[in-house]
Every structure is written in structure tokens, then in C-alpha cells.
């Protein structure tokens, strides 16, 4: 007995009949209700051999298998088809689909996971503003509504269940694209407010909390919640790997990072040699990363993320701040 898997909701149908209808009409054997799935979308025949072939009814928005777009295709096993929002894969047996389950397991276990393998966001803002009037925090994962444009087809693997890697640009600030995963939530076709919310994985929350200091004008990103920071006035010294010292100013400074006001720009992500004064006689030598440049404003500086070759290197931070920190409660 052939069988459909929804992939969102775990769900199995069984294939009893030789024709086996999906659309929005009450009448089809599987109803979705769903604008993007026209009244009679597709139907799966079965052939007197005991294989499956789905056929597309002219549907608007049409029926896909293995992310391409078919009017008639023969299934075998394993193969994914979408049918507006909802996904399924074919089976034609409950053995097959265990073996399936299998084989996908272990190849898991085996696969080199990157960013690439998955549907890539290209999630563009021209304004900060726009940004935040978009984004929902909530008490469990953020959700990010990204509004298309009504002349905008949606790519049949962007429907509710998938996961997506959301690559975030802030035209009016100089940092670099931030990536995040997300899944897909839903999708709204019709009206005013087109496009799809997503929400972010759990595990994502270091990287959005990134993008939200940025996107409001920090100079030291992503260390203004996780650490307290302390106002200083320190000199400081910074060069590129293989270029000369240049003089700065250590404007506030946290157990994770500080923020610099220098007087020469570095581009984000350049890896750096920090050198901080404290206490008189104490330098504190390390590497860092240009988090963020922020070019203007009452922000205006460069945001440097610490990145420790040690524990001792860690506690020597640690000290400096905790000494910044007494002589601001004096």
C-alpha cells in the first residue's frame, strides 16, 4: 500500500484508491486549505503494474517534485513533492519508507553540513527602522516577517516547515551580512502585508542578539546583553597582522569585547593585534576581530570582539575590568 508523509506534520495518508485526488474542494480526497492550491491542483493514478505517476490538474501555482516543476511524473520511492505549502514524500510501502528512514539516518550521521545545503534568504533592509518594524521578540524564538513584492514568486521550497539560511543586510550601517537560520512559518500570498515570517532556531539567539546591537547603532556589538559594560578612558594600540601600531582610545570595555574610538577606519570582520593600558603599569596584549564600524554618530567607533588564545589571557581581562569597575563605585 502506497503512502504520503506529510513532512510538517508528521502525518501518514494511505494511497487505497487507483485515483487519488488533492485540491482545495471538499470533494478531493485530500482538501487543503490553502490559496496557494488551486480547487482540483493534482491527483496520484495508480498503474496496473502497482507504480504511482501524479499528474497536475492545471493548477495556478503547479506541483513539484524534487523541487521541480512537473505536469506528469512517475514517483519512486523517497521522492518529495510539494503541493503548495504542505510537503510530502512518496512511498510505496511501509518497508520502504523504514528503509528510507534508515538510510536517511545514516547518511546524516555522515553528511558534512554547511550553510550551502540549505535555500538561501537574501534578507535585505534599507533602514534599521524597517528592520525593527518587521521583527517580533518573544519570550521563546524571534520571528522576522520579510514582506516581498507582488510581481514576487515564491520558490516552492520556502513553504511552512522549511528551513531556510536567512543571510540579514543592513544597508545603513557598515557591518557584514549576518546569517542565521530560520524556518519558515507561513506564507501570506494576498494583501497588504505579502511575504513570509520566519522564526529563528533557538540556538541562534548569540547571533540575532548580533544583528539587533548593530542594527541599533552599538559600536561594540553583541556584548551590550550578554556583559555589563564599564565606561573607560584607556589608551590603546591596534594593527592589522604585518602593518605598524596605530593609537586609539578605549571608550568602554567588557569581559567579552570593548569599543574603540581610533583614528583610521578598519573594515568588519579584519582580524586585529590589540594593545590596552590599565593601572598605570599593566598591558594587556591580545588578538581581536572588527565587529562592527559604526562611520557617524554619537556611537561612532569600531566594536572589537576578544578573541583569547588562553585562560590566562582571559583573567587578565577579566582583572582589568573588575579594577575599571571598583574605581567607578568609589
Known sequence: MALLVDLVQQSILQLNSTRFSIGRDQSCDLSLEDPLVSRKHAELLRESAGGYTIKDLDSTHGTFVAGAKVSEHKLVDGDEIIVGATRFRFFHSDEEMLLHKAHAKDAEKKRDWSLDMYPKLNSVWQTCEQFFANLELRDGPARLFHPVRAD???????????????????????????????????KRVEGKKRGILLEFLEEEKDRLELVLVCAEGESIPHFRRRYERTDCRLPAKIKEVGRKWLDCTAIDISEGGLGLVPDHELRPETLIVLSIEYDDDKTIELNGRVASVVPRGPQQGLGIEFLFESAKQRDQVADCVAILRSRLKR
Open 152 to 186: 514576487f514568486e515564491f520558490p516552492p521550497q520556502a513553504g511552512p516547515g522549511a528551513l531556510l539560511s536567512v543571510f540579514i543586510r543592513l544597508l545603513d550601517r557598515q557591518a557584514p551580512d549576518f546569517h542565521l537560520h530560520a524556518y519558515v512559518i507561513e
